[in-house]
């Protein structure tokens, strides 16, 4: 069993009941990248309770604790020489092939099966895919069809396929979501917590991690299939219901507004794919929820998680370090030290701090668009993500950062997510406490998103003015004369100046 793969629902586990199980805790892969310490914690606890849950089934478990992959397997091979260990195929590139090798140098060797924690197989993707461009929508309703979901004779629940449209509304004033459940640490996940403190989060006190980690909050999320359950539960019965609605705002107060939570326990294969939509489903059939809400919902783990994780496997490895926009600059330091009197930059990346999480529009809108336009090299922002949320793992982050966030492959995206803060403040509360002036685009105190969204959009002609999504854009810009345009050019280079001596 692999560290995310963490099932007794499907896979080779149910298939072999009779089967002894090895679990192989190497700390080779968190010392890779400067992690979070909740992920850390989330994966290892995750998997010591997995142990203990098949242990109290009456199974056999071979739990390996040790530095590499490799030294899992000469310890197992040493123990058991004729046996063959049964795998589901990894979802990372390059997984399959060093699961191998490292079960090959330790004298043994491994069968990869297929992954059965997701709902669209590879050959079922590409037969659908065929040679044609790739665009989600497609891929959705194809989905939709295919699994019947949200589907009546034939035709989409309601008469549309897609209601993203309602999607975009900002709470009232005064409006508080449910508070999100917390999953209080066991004595087992604070005995790891403790040890993945000590272990592997020193060390990032310098520049530029700053001490990014130095004061997380208490770890939060479920770790073991019942408070995955537990989490699914609650989001459906409390906050679904406005999931749809509030689903792009962002508060300032509020960091988990109505989103699900769940993309950890997905993600560790503690909750299926399957049992989230038809728990979704099921609240469209008992009108518990309205449509917009849960097609919108559905749209996620159905049509762009399946999705992303195809066209990680369809362009890997070079969607890792895609770059159609040329793009150089080093990331800032405030990704790491949340130092910038930017309101909206500062909170989002606090929250990270805090808890390896944000939901998806600050992902998309806050930290991605920043450094879409700031220019920053996408492959060091997904290294970022990589390193710093709770749920990223390297098939979803990097489609996700590369792709949609950062325009670097131009593979499924269209168009560049780039915005100015007139989008940050049409969807958020951030712009009236911030010292930034969210109508300036020049001078001093002009917001930055302003000035790298036209400044953006001015070195990136040569290769964006063609896209005809742009072209409103464009004639925007050229309504812009040589004055102003002097001036948004000046006064991005004081920005990134200051940027570089952490003084945004
Ligand atoms: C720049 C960027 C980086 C991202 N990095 C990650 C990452 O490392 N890991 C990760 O799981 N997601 C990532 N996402 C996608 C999305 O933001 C998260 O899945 C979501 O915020 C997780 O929170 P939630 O469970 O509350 O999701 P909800 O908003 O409640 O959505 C429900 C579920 O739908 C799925 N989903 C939603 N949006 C996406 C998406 N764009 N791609 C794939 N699945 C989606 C997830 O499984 C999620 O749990 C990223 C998005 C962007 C724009
Ligand atoms: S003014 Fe600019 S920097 Fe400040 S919160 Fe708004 S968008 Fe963010």
């Given at each position: 069993?692999?560290?995310?793969?963490?099932?007794?629902?499907?896979?080779?586990?149910?298939?072999?009941?009779?089967?002894?199980?090895?679990?192989?805790?190497?700390?080779?892969?968190?010392?890779?990248?400067?992690?979070?310490?909740?992920?850390?914690?989330?994966?290892?606890?995750?998997?010591?309770?997995?142990?203990?849950?098949?242990?109290?089934?009456?199974?056999?478990?071979?739990?390996?604790?040790?530095?590499?992959?490799?030294?899992?397997?000469?310890?197992?091979?040493?123990?058991?020489?004729?046996?063959?260990?049964?795998?589901?195929?990894?979802?990372?590139?390059?997984?399959?092939?060093?699961?191998?090798?490292?079960?090959?140098?330790?004298?043994?060797?491994?069968?990869?099966?297929?992954?059965?924690?997701?709902?669209?197989?590879?050959?079922?993707?590409?037969?659908?895919?065929?040679?044609?461009?790739?665009?989600?929508?497609?891929?959705?309703?194809?989905?939709?069809?295919?699994?019947?979901?949200?589907?009546?004779?034939?035709?989409?629940?309601?008469?549309?396929?897609?209601?993203?449209?309602?999607?975009?509304?900002?709470?009232?004033?005064?409006?508080?979501?449910?508070?999100?459940?917390?999953?209080?640490?066991?004595?087992?996940?604070?005995?790891?917590?403790?040890?993945?403190?000590?272990?592997?989060?020193?060390?990032?006190?310098?520049?530029?991690?700053?001490?990014?980690?130095?004061?997380?909050?208490?770890?939060?999320?479920?770790?073991?299939?019942?408070?995955?359950?537990?989490?699914?539960?609650?989001?459906?019965?409390?906050?679904?219901?406005?999931?749809?609605?509030?689903?792009?705002?962002?508060?300032?107060?509020?960091?988990?507004?109505?989103?699900?939570?769940?993309?950890?326990?997905?993600?560790?294969?503690?909750?299926?794919?399957?049992?989230?939509?038809?728990?979704?489903?099921?609240?469209?059939?008992?009108?518990?929820?309205?449509?917009?809400?849960?097609?919108?919902?559905?749209?996620?783990?159905?049509?762009?998680?399946?999705?992303?994780?195809?066209?990680?496997?369809?362009?890997?490895?070079?969607l890792a370090t895609a770059n159609q926009l040329d793009a150089e600059a080093?990331l800032?330091?405030?990704?790491?030290?949340?130092?910038?009197?930017?309101?909206?930059?500062?909170?989002?990346?606090?929250?990270?701090?805090?808890?390896?999480?944000?939901?998806?529009?600050?992902?998309?809108?806050?930290?991605s668009?920043?450094a879409l336009?700031?220019g920053v090299e996408p492959a060091q922002l997904n290294e970022w993500f990589?390193?710093?949320?709770?749920?990223?793992?390297?098939?979803?982050t990097t489609p996700n950062v590369v792709e949609m966030g950062m325009f670097g492959a131009?593979?499924?995206a269209?168009?560049p997510?780039?915005?100015?803060?007139?989008?940050?403040?049409?969807?958020?509360?951030?712009?009236?406490?911030?010292?930034?002036?969210?109508?300036?685009?020049?001078?001093?105190?002009?917001?930055?998103?302003?000035?790298?969204?036209?400044?953006?959009?001015?070195?990136?002609?040569?290769?964006?003015?063609?896209?005809?999504?742009?072209?409103?854009?464009?004639?925007?810009?050229?309504?812009?004369?040589?004055?102003?345009?002097?001036?948004?050019?000046?006064?991005?280079?004081?920005?990134?100046?200051?940027?570089?001596?952490?003084?945004?």
């Amino acid at each position: 069993m692999l560290g995310d793969q963490l099932t007794r629902e499907v896979g080779p586990l149910v298939e072999r009941p009779e089967e002894r199980v090895v679990l192989v805790e190497a700390r080779e892969f968190a010392r890779r990248h400067p992690y979070h310490p909740h992920k850390l914690t989330l994966v290892f606890s995750a998997m010591r309770h997995f142990r203990d849950r098949l242990r109290a089934d009456g199974r056999t478990v071979d739990y390996y604790t040790v530095e590499t992959f490799r030294e899992g397997f000469e310890a197992h091979f040493d123990a058991h020489p004729d046996d063959t260990v049964v795998a589901m195929e990894p979802a990372s590139h390059g997984a399959a092939a060093g699961l191998r090798e490292a079960a090959q140098a330790a004298g043994g060797s491994i069968d990869l099966v297929e992954n059965d924690l997701f709902l669209c197989d590879a050959e079922s993707f590409d037969d659908w895919a065929g040679d044609g461009r790739l665009r989600h929508e497609d891929f959705y309703r194809f989905m939709r069809r295919r699994t019947g979901y949200l589907m009546e004779d034939g035709d989409p629940a309601g008469g549309e396929w897609n209601y993203d449209d309602q999607n975009r509304e900002t709470p009232p004033d005064g409006w508080s979501p449910p508070e999100p459940p917390v999953f209080e640490p066991d004595a087992l996940t604070q005995e790891v917590n403790e040890w993945v403190e000590d272990e592997f989060a020193g060390g990032y006190d310098e520049p530029p991690y700053g001490g990014a980690w130095a004061d997380p909050e208490e770890f939060r999320w479920p770790v073991t299939r019942r408070g995955a359950c537990r989490a699914l539960d609650d989001f459906v019965t409390t906050r679904l219901a406005e999931f749809g609605d509030y689903q792009d705002a962002m508060l300032e107060e509020e960091w988990a507004l109505c989103h699900s939570l769940i993309s950890t326990s997905l993600h560790l294969g503690l909750l299926h794919p399957r049992e989230v939509i038809e728990r979704a489903v099921t609240a469209y059939r008992e009108e518990s929820a309205p449509l917009h809400c849960i097609e919108g919902f559905v749209r996620q783990v159905l049509g762009w998680r399946e999705f992303l994780r195809h066209v990680y496997r369809r362009e890997m490895p070079g969607l890792a370090t895609a770059n159609q926009l040329d793009a150089e600059a080093d990331l800032p330091d405030f990704y790491w030290t949340g130092d910038t009197d930017m309101a909206c930059l500062s909170d989002v990346v606090d929250g990270v701090r805090q808890r390896g999480y944000s939901h998806h529009i600050e992902r998309l809108m806050i930290l991605s668009n920043f450094a879409l336009i700031y220019g920053v090299e996408p492959a060091q922002l997904n290294e970022w993500f990589h390193a710093s949320y709770v749920d990223a793992f390297h098939w979803i982050t990097t489609p996700n950062v590369v792709e949609m966030g950062m325009f670097g492959a131009g593979v499924f995206a269209t168009k560049p997510y780039a915005a100015s803060a007139n989008y940050i403040d049409g969807m958020s509360d951030y712009c009236s406490g911030c010292p930034y002036y969210k109508t300036k685009t020049t001078g001093e105190g002009a917001c930055p998103f302003n000035t790298f969204y036209w400044d953006f959009l001015d070195r990136n002609e040569d290769s964006l003015r063609s896209n005809h999504r742009m072209g409103l854009v464009y004639n925007h810009l050229d309504n812009k004369d040589d004055e102003e345009l002097t001036a948004i050019r000046e006064r991005a280079d004081d920005l990134r100046e200051r940027a570089r001596e952490s003084e945004l």
